[in-house]
């Protein structure tokens, strides 16, 4: 079992609807989760961090955690083209990335 | 402020060359990370420094090694490159530890034939 999982995709929505990221983790001790956002051939920026269980939102970004659901989503709301790239779910402290979910926003 | 920088963006080596990855932060960050990200794949952790001086194996450190006798440089050393070692490859920095923001560079794309 991978430590972070990540639905592959591609993940196809169309311009001004959500598009829902979803991760898994097996690791109980995992007590940080980043989002990064990585468009093709650039290095990963973070879009959001999450430490406790519930919601947090930033802008059009919502992470959301369940740590007895070992499960963390990311939710963008109102998406754009511009939005087109791949999120990596990472949970820490022990280093662990997923491989990625690639998101495709149709305009 | 530059924030992470990597030299070079590009090299192809042959099989059993040697080379240096360098990495430089300007952030006075204590926590150095390198990572490869390989087609398709996640990030793996190759090694990583908690301040001058200490570093640490990661997930995948077979094949590398590294120094850091400064805060601000941490480079990545490749001895008899393989195949296998084609990769891109990120350095990252951090403040506080691994549980924080990790900015990254933008990059090395490595090639070895």
């Known amino acids: 079992q991978k430590e972070v999982e990540q639905n592959s995709g591609p993940l196809s929505v169309p311009e001004g609807a959500i598009a829902s990221l979803n991760c898994t983790y097996s690791?109980?001790?995992?007590?940080?989760f980043f989002w990064y956002r990585q468009y093709s051939g650039k290095s990963p920026e973070l879009i959001m961090s999450i430490y406790s269980n519930g919601d947090k939102e930033d802008g059009r970004f919502t992470a959301q955690l369940n740590k007895a659901s070992q499960y963390v989503s990311l939710l963008i709301r109102d998406s754009q083209p511009s939005d087109s790239a791949t999120y990596l779910c990472a949970a820490l402290p022990k280093v662990t990335f997923g491989t990625g979910t690639k998101l495709q926003v149709i305009p | 402020n530059a924030g992470v920088t990597q030299t070079p963006k590009f090299r192809i080596l042959k099989i059993g060359q040697s080379m240096t990855l360098q990495c430089t932060q300007d952030?006075?960050?204590?926590?150095m990370y390198w990572y490869r990200q390989d087609p398709g794949m996640g990030l793996k952790l190759i090694y990583y420094?908690?301040?001058?001086?200490?570093?640490d194996k990661g997930e995948v450190p077979n094949g590398y090694n590294v120094s850091r006798s400064t805060t601000e440089d941490f480079p990545l050393r490749l001895e008899l490159a393989a195949p296998s070692q084609t990769s891109v490859y990120f350095c990252?920095?951090?403040?506080?530890?691994?549980?924080?923001?990790?900015?990254f560079g933008p990059g090395t794309r490595l090639t070895v034939t």
């Open positions: 952030m006075n960050h204590n926590y």
């Open positions: 690791d109980r001790g995992s007590q940080s």
């Open positions: 420094s908690v301040g001058a001086g200490i570093t």
């Open positions: 990252a920095s951090s403040d506080l530890g691994p549980s924080y923001e990790q900015y």
